[in-house]
């Protein structure tokens, strides 16, 4: 099939690279006419495991192509894919100023019959917004469908090409066929819906998610103050498979560039039909006040982190990406700086991302995990990147000024502990202080 996808982030370059990789020839289109630039050149702009070989592979065999004409695009497609962002905006709605701008672009140049789906996460009603603009310009036939993205960064690649499901919500039989053309050598869960329950779904689930973290990331802090451990908790719900073992792990908080904004604009979705989302209010608020806890232990130890030296490794929201945007290390980090604490910050694929959101003086940006430790007064782990589970804490805990780690991720087990000499501070595992 001839696929368009528009804006080539991390779920529209993952998405286009993959349907080339099953056999379809695919333009990818970006208005970023650098990214388009770099991907010409055999570049990938983000970090995501397996991406660049797939992405160069598919390229040479002539079914993946980049490019910032968006008319040649719609052109030469079947099916267009709309990938651009819905960001936050500062009440929490989801902008859908990129969205609305490519509904434009599609209605100005469209042809023939062409599928328009929707993959970004949009509220409910934006498809028929899609398709009010589309109409508004082009008399041209064309449908429209929703088919929201649950690829997780990190493991992008792998999720796209074994999705658990995927939804497609449209009124058009013709839609439903192509789609399902499309979709079925990925999975067979092809889950056929409405428009507005498509849109929904992609909401509900992350809401669901973010709602088990915060659950559990409650039950740690009881747990810290009852002397039970969370891990050893989480692990004896999650064999009941009402309950499952996903997404109760313990630790600073969700972040990224999904669960917060997603979580924020359904209770703005809510609220526009006069529904107080009191639980989805509660698990964003809980969020937010576990990033601090790293802070109100330090302020424990230390009365105040001013003249203090902090190391800090992991900067990206989650282990395996260099996405950084909303990561707790933010909130974190801009925290102990205005306090007047020395960050020594490190993290093995982010930080160039991380420089560009916060970079102040007295930060140090270390391209090595002992050395941003060497000399500090205490070490913070915010992201559980592999390679931290594997250092030598004796060594580690030598180098210090002061042997205190705050685990924000419950990296390390009892035995590395023990055996390591540091004062160590991990998320509902009292027995391990
Ligand atoms: P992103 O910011 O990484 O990428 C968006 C891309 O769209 C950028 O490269 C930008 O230059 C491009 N763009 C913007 N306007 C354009 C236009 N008019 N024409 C062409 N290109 C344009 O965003 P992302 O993380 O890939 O997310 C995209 C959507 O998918 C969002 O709605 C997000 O909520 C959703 N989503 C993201 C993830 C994830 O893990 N990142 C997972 C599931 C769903």
Known sequence: MNIAVIGTGYVGLVSGVCFSEIGNRVICVDNNQDKVDMLNAGEVPIYEPGLKELMVANKRAGRLSFTSDIAEAIRESDIIFIAVGTPSLPNGDANLGYVEQVAIEIGTHLESYKIVVTKSTVPVGTNDRVRELIQSISTQPFDVASVPEFLREGSAVKDTLNPDRIVIGTDSERAIKALKKLHRPLTENLIITDIRSAEMIKYASNAFLATKISFINEISNI???????????????????????????????????????????????????????????????????????????????????????????????????????????????????????????????????????????????????????????????????????????????????????????????????????????????????
């Not at 009852?226 to 972040?255: N, P, W």
């Not at 209770?267 to 937010?288: E, P, T």
């Open 223 to 433: 747990c810290e103050k009852v002397g039970a451990d969370v891990t050893r908790v989480a692990e004896g719900m999650g064999y009941d498979k009402r309950i499952g073992s996903s997404f109760l792990k313990a630790g600073i908080g969700y972040g990224g560039s999904c669960f917060p904004k997603d979580t924020q604009a359904l209770i703005q979705i809510a609220g526009k039909v006069d529904y107080d989302f009191r639980l989805l209010k509660s698990v964003v608020q809980v969020n937010q006040d576990q990033r601090f806890n790293v802070i109100r232990k330090l302020e424990e130890i230390f009365g105040t982190v001013s003249g203090r030296t902090i190391a800090v490794w992991g900067l990206a929201f989650k282990p395996d990406t260099d996405d950084v945007r909303d990561a707790p290390a933010i909130d974190i980090i801009r925290y102990l700086t205005e306090a007047g604490a020395v960050v020594k910050a490190y993290d093995p694929i982010a930080t160039a991302n991380f420089r560009k959101e916060m970079d102040v003086a007295s930060i140090a940006w270390e391209d090595n995990p002992l050395k941003a430790a060497k000399g500090a007064d205490a070490l913070c782990v915010l992201t559980e990147w592999k390679e931290f589970s594997q250092m030598n804490l004796m060594e580690l805990a030598s180098m210090m000024n002061e042997a205190i780690m705050i685990d924000g991720r419950n990296v390390y087990n009892k035995e590395q502990i023990h055996a390591s000499g540091f004062q160590y501070y991990s998320v509902g595992r009292p027995g391990l202080n």
